[in-house]
């Protein structure tokens, strides 16, 4: 069965400190997917990243980089020098690249970026 | 760049009543999907639609619920009788077929029952 966890519920940091939020994954489809949403106070969720199974690169998109490590079944995300802005809720999910493809959300990070 | 639209952003019902959801997919795109999300909680798979038909739907999805796509750009989520614990954030999405490259959230509903 799909199972995606992520161990902290809440995390605060000062503005510009690095932050990794963590990801783990279970799933026993060979093909599958990651993602990476945010979803500040307004509700929405806003697409960060999308990896597929196959691809094990890790990625950088400006302050944000993903780390991806199939033999720990991890999906990790840093914020590099946090700012305000970045306070939200994070929510890593998986989805199974034969079934559906229907998506297993993890509980959530709410990352509190104080100044 | 296209969008998944949802409608009303914000809706409040009285218990025991019928509420639609509504939802207009990316217009390419095949596979339709609704989740709900519990204020507080993760958010959680619901049904998904491809072909005028349900493909897959969590236990969660009982007889209280429906879909429809009664117009080919509509895409509705019915509930029957609203009870307290509907009260959550309904996200529409869409994607086109093959992979899940492209999946599309809408910005969700806001459902209070009171």
């Known amino acids: 069965a799909q199972k995606v966890t992520q161990a902290q519920t809440e995390i605060s940091v000062v503005e510009k400190e690095d932050v990794t939020l963590d990801c783990v994954y279970e799933t026993r489809d060979t093909t599958y997917y990651l993602f990476w949403y945010k979803q500040p106070p307004s509700g929405e969720l806003v697409f960060l990243i999308r990896?597929?199974?196959?691809?094990?690169q890790n990625e950088i998109s400006g302050r944000y980089s993903w780390n991806f490590q199939k033999s720990t079944s991890s999906f990790n995300f840093t914020i590099t020098a946090s700012q305000v802005v970045d306070s939200a809720v994070y929510f890593c999910a998986l989805s199974e690249a034969l079934i559906g493809q229907n998506f297993v959300f993890g509980p959530g990070t709410r990352l509190s970026v104080l100044p | 760049e296209p969008e998944v639209t949802q409608t009303p952003s914000h809706q409040v019902t009285q218990m025991g009543q019928e509420v639609i959801l509504r939802c207009v997919p990316i217009?390419?795109?095949?596979?339709f999907y609704w989740y709900r999300q519990i204020l507080g909680q993760k958010v959680e798979f619901l049904v998904s639609f491809y072909n005028n038909e349900i493909s897959e739907k969590s236990e969660i999805f009982d007889d209280q619920f429906s879909v429809e796509r009664p117009d080919g750009s509509n895409f509705t989520l019915k509930i029957r009788s609203t009870k307290l614990e509907d009260s959550a954030m309904y996200f529409c999405?869409?994607?086109?077929?093959?992979?899940?490259?492209?999946?599309?959230f809408g910005s969700g509903t806001r459902l209070t029952v009171v």
């Open positions: 217009s390419n795109h095949l596979y």
């Open positions: 999405a869409s994607r086109p077929g093959g992979s899940s490259y492209g999946y599309t």
């Open positions: 990896r597929n199974s196959f691809d094990e």
